[in-house]
């Protein structure tokens, strides 16, 4: 039988792997062969990772189902192997009709949706029991009548609602004795809440007592006051709570965290335990009773199970004082939890210390992970991994608990970016004990690349990485896509969400999932979205991981709008992708090929697509309107290159063909192979930028068509020869540079040019024909390709964009030897 997904990201411990994935793998994984098979409708924009269930018998018959919530409290149980077009769902149910406009917190405030009132209903992924089958979840809900009447009211209007309902039929499980389903989620804790609250946001009025306070907030227009905390008790007020994490089922126990709405005061954080058979309330857990803040939100990632009865979560922004009234306040924490028979207990914390005068650095932004060895890892936004020894936590925040920290992502710094720029990590890491590279540790950070440590769990250490916060590691390999790409003053949020699918230990199974922003910032609004894929185990000779696909490779493919903070789900043979399109898409290997973009190589099944490439309704597109791009196309196999003749059409937008430029290139580096963006051409180093990481194609030949001269930093139309991916400067270019205006070619028109080459052992002849005015000129380049590249090789095209860009097609293509 095929994987279950049952919970957020895999599995208790948040590992974010599928590691039973046979169907799956590197090879398959392609523009050729792997793309968007179907796309399922829901109403509302889905938040929550959807979920896989294998064998459930619906209507008599056994059948494999992925389950999908959204805002709009709507429940949908979708055949997951039913691809055909407009397919409906198995069963569907609205829990409620009423979710929560999120316009009713601030005006500014559009989290959820871009620039609308879309609502607030069903946020955090569900959990499922097999064993009861059932699927439980929370839906945030408001009874408008109750709000329309008096103000004294009006917070009596918001729920939180726990429901568990049938997986066969979606009908609610019938409620046992002396409770309910659904049940509204409330409880309250000793302490003084915001009475003694430090970190409390600007502006906001407090009325503190003696034995608590009351906050005043604006919801829905209407000015009211929320009671905090009075008589030594604070109260859960589900009207300025947000159920953001996914949630937690173990040993019989359902536990529910909450956060705010957007740092929307009064709020703590809340963590619930209830009985799953009866939803009975176990327990209740605040973060600060004596203080304020210190949500628990971590960017959808649930509480963290280590199947012992212990409960991990990461806190974010509040106050922190281990005297505080009712227990510590533990804002900026690593906290864990252990329930009893009555009670859910604070059993060990560890607060991390934060820069001073830096604000929002927001531990509570991810959740921790457990490794093989039973440590733990976790970050948040500032960038750091902190690797924590739980033997060693402790009531009293030991320090020996934290046994190693450094700067794993680093927004700042490392491209041009401006002081400024964030490197926030969200969600979780995952982690892939691999058959070649030991225990692998993978996050993508905001406006960064993917990045993977390698973890030792002998040494329980991260192998060869400093231990000082806020220094950074040296990573095993990295990504080739800038989340965010096109945020220039590097404020993108919120990076990538990571999932992983292998079979076991096999090599050439592991494939690393990414659902992210390309371009654009994804905080309060809704942007394109791109998955994509990554050998996970595969680095080349620079230290990069191949990039199998991506999305925006076939038109076809597109997701939509991104889903913030969902991870993508792996479960036999299919990705299934959130969006905030009000679409479920599930991408897996085609049937069969579509014949493609016929290039002399047998056809688009003969390519291999890296970095910014794509198909573009006809052209293949080396690098779009977009920043700091590289892109590469290459024949899949080596051919014959001692004499061959090729010929090739291509086009730079006119208008707006500002840079960098592309390459004619033939290389035995690999189907894979991608310099750098800007003036590398997605072929060598950009020699104009000090930030550059110097990636090269080796063992290579390129002829350049150059849009930029980089060292005066003018634009021009240039021809050059080079090898060995030097950077594709003048001083680089073997024989010289050619200066194309004063020949009559100048490559920033818009018109098609037409390259014919000849090589015969010794000289590359070239002929450059502008087929607008009818103009050509020749070249001839003496040169032995063979000696370089081996007398086989792969042939195609680069391309760069810098932080001015074009779109460079190629239109037509053959080749022959």
Not at 125 to 150: E, K, M, Q, R, S
Not at 194 to 203: I, M, S, T, W
Request: charged share 15%.
């Amino acid at each position: 039988m095929p994987v279950s997904v049952l919970t957020q990201h895999n599995d208790n411990i948040r590992s974010g792997a599928n590691l039973q994935e046979t169907k799956l793998n590197t090879t398959n994984v392609n523009v050729n062969d792997f793309g968007l098979l179907a796309s399922r409708d829901v109403e509302g924009q889905i938040y929550a990772q959807p979920l896989y269930v294998p064998g459930i018998e619906i209507a008599g018959k056994a059948r494999n189902v992925v389950y999908v919530v959204t805002m709009h409290n709507w429940v949908y149980a979708f055949d997951a192997d039913d691809l055909s077009l407009g397919a409906g769902p198995l069963w569907k149910r609205q829990v409620d009709p009423h979710p929560v406009p999120s316009g009713f917190y601030r005006l500014s405030y559009h989290d959820i949706s871009n620039n609308t009132n879309d609502p607030i209903g069903i946020l955090s992924t569900p959990v499922v029991d097999l064993t009861a089958n059932v699927i439980y979840l929370v839906a945030a809900t408001f009874d408008p009548a109750i709000l329309a009447g008096p103000v004294a009211a009006a917070p009596n209007a918001f729920k939180q609602l726990l429901f568990a309902l049938d997986l066969s039929t979606g009908n609610l499980r019938p409620a046992v004795a002396g409770s309910s389903n659904p049940v509204p989620i409330g409880g309250s804790i000793a302490g003084v809440g915001y009475r003694d609250g430090k970190e409390v946001g600007a502006g906001v009025t407090v009325h503190k007592t003696a034995q608590g306070a009351s906050v005043d907030v604006t919801i829905d227009g209407k000015a009211m006051t929320v009671v905090d905390a009075n008589g030594g008790k604070v109260f859960f007020s589900p009207m300025q709570h947000m159920q953001r994490p996914g949630l937690l089922l173990q040993d019989g126990l359902l536990y529910i965290a909450f956060g705010s709405h957007g740092d929307f005061d009064p709020y703590h954080g809340w963590v619930f335990a209830y009985e799953a058979s009866s939803l009975k309330q176990k327990g209740v857990f605040c973060t600060t009773p004596g203080g304020a803040e210190g949500g628990i939100w971590q960017a959808g990632e649930g509480p963290v199970g280590d199947g012992k009865g212990n409960v991990y979560f990461g806190s974010g922004n509040g106050d922190s004082d281990p005297t505080a009234v009712g227990g510590p306040n533990l804002g900026q924490s690593f906290v864990r939890l252990r329930a009893s028979a009555t009670s859910l207990d604070l059993d060990a914390y560890r607060k991390i210390v934060q820069d001073p005068g830096v604000p929002d650095e927001d531990l509570g932004a991810a959740s921790p992970t457990i490794l093989p060895d039973g440590f733990l890892v976790g970050g948040g936004k500032d960038g750091n991994f902190y690797l924590l020894d739980p033997a060693q936590m402790t009531k009293t925040n030991a320090a020996a608990s934290l046994v190693q920290a450094f700067l794993a992502t680093r927004g700042r710094g490392s491209r041009t970016e401006k002081p400024l720029s964030t490197h926030h990590i969200h969600g979780s890491p995952v982690v892939y004990d691999s058959p070649n590279q030991g225990v692998l540790v993978y996050v993508w950070g905001e406006n960064e690349v993917l990045r993977t440590f390698q973890y030792d769990p002998i040494s329980h250490g991260f192998s060869g990485q400093p231990n000082a916060r806020n220094v950074p590691g040296q990573s095993r390999a990295i990504g080739t896509m800038y989340a965010s790409n096109d945020e220039r003053d590097r404020d993108g949020m919120p990076g990538a969400m990571l999932s992983l699918s292998a079979n076991g230990k096999n090599p050439g199974t592991a494939i690393l999932w990414a659902s992210l922003p390309p371009f654009l910032n994804a905080n309060h609004g809704s942007v394109d979205g791109i998955l994509t894929a990554y050998d996970a185990t595969h680095f080349d000779t620079q230290g990069r991981l191949v990039q199998l696909w991506h999305s925006h490779q076939n038109p076809a493919d597109d997701p939509g709008n991104f889903a913030k903070f969902c991870c993508p789900t792996v479960a036999d043979g299919k990705v299934f992708l959130a969006t905030f399109s009000n679409k479920l898409r599930i991408y897996g290997p085609r049937s069969a090929s579509d014949g493609g973009y016929n290039v002399g190589f047998g056809g688009h099944n003969g390519l291999t697509l890296n970095g910014s490439a794509r198909s573009a309704g006809g052209p293949l597109r080396l690098t779009g309107k977009h920043d700091l791009q590289a892109g590469s196309v290459f024949c899949a196999k080596p051919v014959n290159v001692k004499t061959f003749n090729a010929s090739f059409r291509f086009r730079t937008t006119a208008g707006n063909a500002t840079a960098d430029g592309m390459t004619f290139c033939i290389q035995s580096e690999g189907p894979h192979a991608l310099g750098g963006p800007g003036g590398g051409l997605g072929y060598g180093p950009d020699s104009n930028n000090p930030n550059d990481p110097g990636f090269k194609i080796i063992q290579s030949v390129a002829l350049k068509f150059d849009l930029f001269d980089n060292e005066t930093i003018q634009a021009g139309s240039f021809l050059g020869l080079y090898k060995n991916g030097d950077s594709p400067t003048a001083a680089n270019a073997i024989g010289g540079e050619i200066q194309l205006v004063p020949l009559g070619m100048d490559l920033h028109s818009g018109h098609q040019f037409l390259v014919t080459l000849t090589y015969d052992g010794a000289t590359l002849q070239m002929v450059l024909k502008d087929r607008t005015l009818k103009t050509q000129i020749t070249h001839s380049f003496p040169i032995d390709i063979p000696s370089i590249t081996g007398n086989t090789a792969h042939v195609g095209f680069t391309a760069g964009t810098g932080l001015s860009s074009a779109d460079q097609d190629i239109l037509s293509w053959l080749f022959s030897s």
